[in-house]
């Protein structure tokens, strides 16, 4: 298996977790070589609804793997434990992707010195969008785009967690992802800095990151999530993620090896 495709959902989503999981099993990329994995981290069963219907729909198996441990980090390293690629895939739950995606990303992978990679990320807004939402960087969306060239890139550019590859050997090798999305409002203290955690400990490991806009994905936000309280909510989580970063640069963030499976 060249690659696991994992998908961590709160199934909050469910039209867009369906449109994901299409637009992944419609990849130019054999089917043999890669597999689809929803890793739900919700308490309620809405996302196992939707991979049995994709299931039925779909011309591509897609495993449902529940984690009970809410928490994004909790529910990428469930998908890397349960992962039989050797390149493990990371999207969000609300994005589409080119046909060719998948083939593109998994590419920069056959350089051994490669450890991690990403594509191109492009804000698409579902709906009507306020003036005052012009003032703010669509970096706050997750929109990601260091041009039209593949390079690799160079601490501390990052590649973003929803279009992100990783050498399965050197997830493992690092500790796996930095604490992220605390799911449980009473621990959200503890939110760290999550895939840019990891891309600091896979630079300073040694191993390149590269930048692959061919491999490009719309991440879609709903009209929900523009609104003053979200943009506040937001503003506050990275604020705590901050605090975190700042924590860990005072140690060496490889001591911080965590038992991942």
């Not at 493992?172 to 449980?184: E, L, Q, R, S, T």
């Not at 003053?228 to 060496?252: A, C, E, H, M």
Request: proline share 3%; with cysteine.
């Amino acid at each position: 298996m060249k690659a696991s495709v994992i998908i961590p959902t709160l199934g909050q989503r469910a039209e867009y977790l369906r449109d994901t999981i299409r637009s992944i099993q419609n990849q130019n990329f054999s089917a043999s070589l890669y597999e689809i994995l929803v890793i739900d981290n919700s308490l309620e069963s809405a996302a196992r609804t939707i991979v049995d219907k994709a299931n039925r729909e779909g011309n591509h198996l897609v495993r449902y793997i529940k984690e009970n441990n809410i928490g994004l980090h909790f529910a990428r390293h469930a998908g890397a434990c349960s992962a039989l690629g050797e390149i493990l895939v990371y999207v969000d739950d609300d994005v589409l992707m080119n046909e060719d995606w998948l083939k593109f990303l998994v590419e920069p992978f056959n350089d051994h010195r490669v450890g991690a990679a990403g594509g191109k990320i492009i804000v698409q807004f579902d709906g009507d969008i306020p003036e005052w939402v012009s003032q703010f960087n669509l970096g706050l969306f997750g929109q990601l785009d260091y041009g039209a060239k593949k390079i690799n890139l160079k601490c501390p550019q990052d590649v973003y967690g929803g279009n992100l590859a990783v050498r399965k050997s050197v997830l493992f090798a690092v500790g796996g992802f930095n604490p992220d999305g605390i799911g449980d409002k009473k621990s959200i203290w503890f939110r760290g800095d999550g895939e840019c955690g990891l891309n600091a400990k896979i630079y300073q490991a040694g191993h390149l990151i590269t930048y692959v806009p061919e491999a490009w994905i719309y991440h879609r936000i709903s009209a929900q999530r523009i609104t003053p309280q979200s943009f506040y909510w937001k503003f506050f989580l990275n604020g705590i993620q901050d605090s975190f970063v700042r924590t860990r640069r005072l140690k060496n963030s490889l001591s911080f090896i965590i038992n991942l499976c």
